[in-house]
Every structure is written in structure tokens, then in C-alpha cells.
């Protein structure tokens, strides 16, 4: 049964941070492939101005393929963005489960969301659809992380692995900001998203890169 690593968010735009945290769980973790998942219309993200030039969801799916495209154990699935309406973690990990019966799915994530996903939309649904793994910066304390991993447990039966990740101070924020004030991101996200950004103009609230 293959193992497959569930990596979901904005992707606005993905960054060299999301590739290595999935090959850090790819590793860690004897998955087989991970499915990168960009979300459509995130009820918790709300709307964004149009005078940002921020991509619509199409367009982040695209700059995600982009991203993975050199690694044959990496997908990019577009569940969420072909979805109307808004976006729920639980209605794509279910609808994965039901597709894929024979694959197991882990649900990554950053170790910041344990203090928040139960206040997700029907997280006992979301746990009840495959092991989550939270990725945690080396050198951090974990105590108070696995009180609420059994404080989880406890309440929803939630199967959650802790993954151990360097620290990596790199964000989608700071990438959009750089754009917006002419820095470089070179390095900061693969060459090919660099270019679509440009080609796009993206991030920008005047005329596109030259």
C-alpha cells in the first residue's frame, strides 16, 4: 500500500521551504510520493485586493507544478482549485481516501497548527481521515506539543507524528514583499516560479517585471 504525503496551503507562492519540509517527511517517513494540494478559495484566507496583481487559484496550482516538476516523487493535485466555493481540509482528505481506498495518506503540516485545527472545520472528520504529521524546528521544545498531541488523542482519537525540520526562515509573505519593493528572490523559491512571476507580474502593484 503506498504512503503518500499530503502537503496542502495557499502556495502564494510555493517556496524552497515547503519542497524540503515534503522531502524531509518523504524521508522520514518511507513515503512514496507527496501531493502537493493548493487551496481554491480558503474560507480562513479571505478575499484579496486586486491592486496586489495576486494569482488567482489557477494560477498558484500552475507555479506549484512548476515548483515539483523535477521530482518524480512529488505531484501536484488539483482537487481544491477545480472545487466551487470554499476550501476544507477535511472534504479533500476525504474525498482522497475515497478516490485512492488502496493508498495511505499523511496529512503534513506545520507544528503551529496543533493549537488551532481543532478549531478547523469538522477536525474530528479531519483526523479521523489519515495520521497527521507536524513538522517542528529542530531545537524546540516539544513539551508542550505532546500535551496537546495527547490532549488530541484524547479528544478525537487523532494519530499525530511529530517530524523534526531545520529552521528555514523563509515565508510566501516575505517573497511578496521582496517583489513589491524590486528585491531579489532568487533562491528563495525554484527558478521556473521566478520566471512566472515575472512573466506575470505578480505581487506587484504597478506594471509588471521587466
Known amino acids: 500500500m503506498d504512503r503518500i504525503g499530503i502537503m496542502g ?6 517556496h524552497i521551504g515547503h519542497l524540503m519540509m515534503a522531502e524531509a517527511a518523504k524521508e522520514a517517513l518511507s513515503l512514496d510520493e507527496v501531493w502537493f494540494v ?12 486586486a491592486s496586489e496583481n495576486m494569482p488567482l487559484p489557477e494560477e498558484r496550482l ?13 505531484r501536484c493535485a488539483d482537487l481544491e482549485v477545480r472545487r466551487q466555493g470554499a476550501t476544507y ?10 478516490t485512492y481506498p488502496e493508498k495511505t495518506f499523511f496529512f503534513l503540516f506545520g507544528a503551529d ?14 483526523f479521523d481521515a489519515c495520521e497527521l504529521v507536524a513538522a517542528v524546528r529542530q ?4 513539551d508542550a506539543m505532546q500535551e496537546k498531541i495527547a490532549q488530541l488523542k484524547e479528544r ?10 531545520r529552521n528555514l ?12 519593493e524590486g528585491r531579489s528572490i532568487r533562491y528563495m523559491t525554484p527558478q521556473p516560479v521566478i520566471s512566472y512571476i515575472e512573466e506575470k507580474g505578480f505581487y506587484r502593484k504597478g506594471k509588471p517585471l521587466e
Do not use: H
Open 9 to 14: 496551503g495557499t502556495f502564494n507562492p510555493i
Open 38 to 49: 493548493p487551496t481554491g478559495f480558503s474560507y480562513m484566507k479571505g478575499s484579496r485586493q
Open 62 to 74: 500552475e507555479m506549484t507544478r512548476l515548483a515539483v516538476r523535477d521530482n518524480d516523487r512529488f
Open 89 to 98: 481540509t477535511y472534504e479533500t482528505l476525504e474525498e482522497l481516501r475515497e
Open 113 to 126: 497548527c496543533l493549537y488551532t485545527i481543532e478549531n478547523w472545520r469538522e477536525p474530528a472528520r479531519i
Open 139 to 142: 531545537g524546540a521544545s516539544t
Open 156 to 165: 478525537f482519537g487523532a494519530r499525530i507524528t511529530l517530524l523534526p525540520f
Open 169 to 180: 526562515e523563509i515565508s510566501s509573505t516575505e517573497i511578496r514583499s521582496c517583489v513589491r
